[in-house]
């Protein structure tokens, strides 16, 4: 595949030098070559893709085509997606065909972009190593000893290996930055309420919020152009005009501030993020950036916060998987308590039914007040540690994740070591600001590292600057895994 | 020891929204299962509620019609439980903060009138279906149920007996249905009734423990409930025993409450507020838009009737009973301009022959209009009473207007003093002996002779005319 950007791709199908069919056709093969080791997909379904690349090139022929008509991505399969099996990574859904389409794909079908399939992710979206997927682990395509984060694990790897030009991603916690970075790829979390829900299997309501997965930021900026707009399915998502995210792309970085929170340098960081996190600071000032300490004193609050609320919206959100309606349900049972427990019990992994009886335990009464209302409070200190920041500076950077990749089963054993993973991307969660993450070295081991920016509220187009302008003066976004080139 | 009843009721009424309350969804009753549940009411992964503004604008006219605090604030909360008919594993619903709190409701329980105080009212949605029957020991499960829209009213414990507690039911249905906001159909369960019942010593402050009976779906149902549960509590505690809080189920047949859950068995229900809606926020303009729409309320128009019409508070009370029957109260009232008349005939004649037919007001075969004319007939002296009565009967077989019915079957009143004159002189000719007898001074003699001649005149002459002529006649 000569070119690998959105923008080039879009312009090679324009250009009638490839075919939509027959781009989709590329990457299919390369899944089929890849896939098996990788294992970044849950379901395939060449025949859709290509049906859907066919509608795509007579769009192309009959003059009809949008900025990327015809170029196919990669969906997480926490979407519901009309026709194809939509199972959250679960066995509790292994057999769901969702009968409708998610309100992100309903964009991306209407912008002319064929499906390539449904992406790998960690149970119900509950997972830092994509390790807690019921179809197996996803290795990390720069070493497959490795994970590659998670949730959006699969759609991570998907792209980093080249199997797909971009892929959709949902961050409740960290879920597309984590990978990102893991993965040496960009991935960006809209401001909450920007990407409507609609379709997106919840996993905690007021945090989940779905957003573009590519190599680079350029390629970010075109996706979120389809993916945002409202939608009065979703209450929660903000009704505002239509934003073109790639117009600020070009503009220059002098004056820019940019945010250093002291709390993100501090201890527990590994050194050689360090090291490559500071380096990027250096090259923003050489484009003109200027730097300033901040401090997000809260933020260290963030995590137990953060598995108080998330618990207890999940333990809510996934009663609906009771057995009754659809999805699986226990072979054998007595009466409809044993259905329930039996259906439940076998249909949830480890991790999930661990966040469910967290989730009842600091709902129950008696425990509420202690428990959910106090984290609702320093979630809102958390949220104003931040507007007080914007005050002095356009944007905050960071490392996204404490390290680089861990080796697979590594973490699994430790919950709360597993959760410190996403220690720098849940306070943008709580917040509900807009974060992402690009890539900014390698370690030793030849793994990817990446830095965050979070931005204050509909700051996407400023991220997307930065990070764009950063990516014109490196090429750390463009590398390849050696041996799968 | 003497014994004081205490009751708290809890009203769930459906609102009368054509959609749900969180989806675009018929709330139509009686279709087929499951053909009015969308993936949003099924709860499939990935759907979403959205808030149907109709369902608030019916909560702002209940908050509105009971003078309640409307919060301008309020929140929609998540109740969790498992059960099959419950599609997502929680009800959404209204806990800390309800869109409606406080209000009072005046109820008339025989001649006295008491204020019953509101605790709240609030939105919520309803569950579906679990069918039991004509699955093989399985159970069917409809949805088409699921997310209508609800008003939960809660009052204080406040009634101290059954009659006032049905007082208070009714005066409920008839506000709801009133103002619009429910069809107040019980059999079809639009309107449901839990009673908090307890009883203490009379003069003891605190309350004894109570037992909630579940889902009363008639005024009648809810009466027997209440007279059974009462008397098994002070049969219970006089026998020695204890009172353990319950929600009991009242068993029409038996005519008993029995034990459905105790307390031990309640369900801890983790109420969070449900991230998926905002916050319901009020502003007044929507308020003023919503209290525009309200029709005049009851209690207003039983004061406007005592005082334009003259009728007691008693009839003003069962003349706004609903809204059908003081419309066409008013119609009849206005048609003839004899207010008080025309409640008598409302209230007597008029509702006992819907009662024999088992009809509403609204499907009276007798015009409001009609009503109205009759009377008026009655009181120009061109009818009596029991002509009226006859004249009534032929509105009723709908023989034509009140005057063609007077003409075409002869019910004018006599009113000729001559041709009068004339029967009473043939009377009295024909019945010396009770002439004689009511001048010696026996005055029986005197009815004796009114009902002879009203017989000569077939019932047609005036019983006033006659009494005076007769009296004048006699002293002659």
Known sequence: MSATTLSALAAQLKARQISSRELAQQYLDRIAALNPAINAFITLDAGKTLAEAAAADALIAAGQAGPLTGVPIAHKDIFCTDGWLTTCGSKMLHNFVAPYDAHVIQQFKAAGMPSLGKTNMDEFAMGSSNETSYFGAVKNPWNPAYVPGGSSGGAAACVAARMAPAATGTDTGGSIRQPAALCGITGLKPTYGLVSRYGMIAFASSLDQAGPMAPSAEDCALLLNVMTGFDPRDSTCLERDKEDYTRDLDKPLSGLRVGLPKEFFAEGLNNEVAAAVEAAVSELKKLGATTVEISLANSKLAIPVYYVLAPAEASSNLSRFDGVRYGYRAPEYGNLDDMYCKTRAQGFGAEVKRRILIGAYVLSHGYYDAYYLQAQKIRRLIAEDFSAAFKACDVILGPTAPGTAFKLGEKSDDPVEMYLNDLYTIPANLAGLPGMSLPCGFDSKGLPIGLQLVGDYFSEAKMLNVAHQYQRATDWHSRQPEDLK | ?476
């Open chain 2, 1 to 476: 020891m003497k014994w004081e009843t205490v009751i708290g009721l809890e009203v769930h009424t459906q609102l009368a929204t054509k959609s749900k309350i969180f989806s675009g969804s018929s709330t139509a009753f009686g279709a087929a299962p499951n053909t009015q549940a969308s993936a949003v009411d099924i709860a499939l992964p990935g759907v979403l509620p959205v808030l149907n503004k109709g369902a608030v604008e019916c909560a702002i006219k209940f908050g509105l019609a009971i003078g309640a605090t409307l919060n301008r604030v309020n929140v929609f909360d998540r109740k969790n439980y498992f059960y099959p008919d419950l599609p997502k594993g929680y009800q959404i619903s209204q806990l800390a903060k309800p869109i409606v709190e406080g209000g009072a409701l005046t109820i008339q329980v025989g001649d006295s009138e008491r204020t019953i105080n509101l605790t709240r009212a609030h939105m919520e949605e309803d569950a579906g279906k679990s069918l039991h029957e004509d699955f093989h020991g399985m159970t069917g499960i409809d949805l088409n149920r699921a997310g209508t829209p609800l008003l939960e009213i809660v009052s204080e414990p406040e009634m101290r007996s059954s009659a006032e507690a049905v007082a208070y039911a009714r005066a409920l249905h008839t506000l709801v249905t009133w103002i619009g906001i429910c069809d107040g159909n019980m059999q079809e369960g639009s309107f449901r009734v839990d009673a908090n019942v307890s009883v203490r010593p009379v003069g003891q402050a605190e309350f004894g423990t109570r037992r909630e009976i579940k889902n009363l779906n008639s005024f009648k149902f809810l009466q027997q409930a209440i007279d059974y549960e009462v008397r098994w509590q002070i049969e219970t505690l006089e026998d020695g025993g204890r009172i353990e809080q319950a929600t009991v189920l009242f068993d029409p047949d038996r005519g008993e409450t029995r034990m459905m859950r105790s307390k031990e068995e309640a369900h801890d229900y983790r109420y969070f507020p449900d991230p998926d809606l905002l916050p319901v926020k009020l502003d007044e303009d929507w308020i003023e838009q919503v209290r525009a729409t309200l029709p005049e309320l009851p209690a207003a128009m039983q004061v406007r009737f005592q005082g334009e019409y003259g009728v007691s508070p008693y009839d003003a009370a069962v003349l706004t009973g609903s809204r059908a029957l003081a419309d066409y109260f008013e119609v009849a009232a206005k048609a003839c301009g004899q207010g008080k008349l025309a409640a008598n005939w409302v209230m007597g004649e008029l509702s006992a022959a819907l009662n024999k037919a088992d009809l509403t007001i609204e499907r009276s075969p007798v015009s409001a209009a009609h009503l109205g004319a009759l009377v008026a007939r009655i009181h120009d002296g061109t009818l009596s009473g029991k002509l009226a009565k006859q004249v009534f009967e032929g509105l009723w077989e709908g023989a034509g207007e009140v005057d063609a019915i007077i003409e075409a079957r002869g019910l004018k009143q006599m009113s000729d003093s001559g041709e009068l004159e004339k029967i009473i002189d043939e009377v009295m000719a024909a019945n010396t002996k009770s002439v004689e007898e009511f001048r010696a001074g026996k005055e029986k003699a005197f009815n004796a002779l009114v009902g002879q001649i009203m017989k000569a005149s077939k019932g047609k002459a005036n019983p006033a005319q006659v009494n005076d002529l007769l009296k004048t006649k006699l002293q002659g």
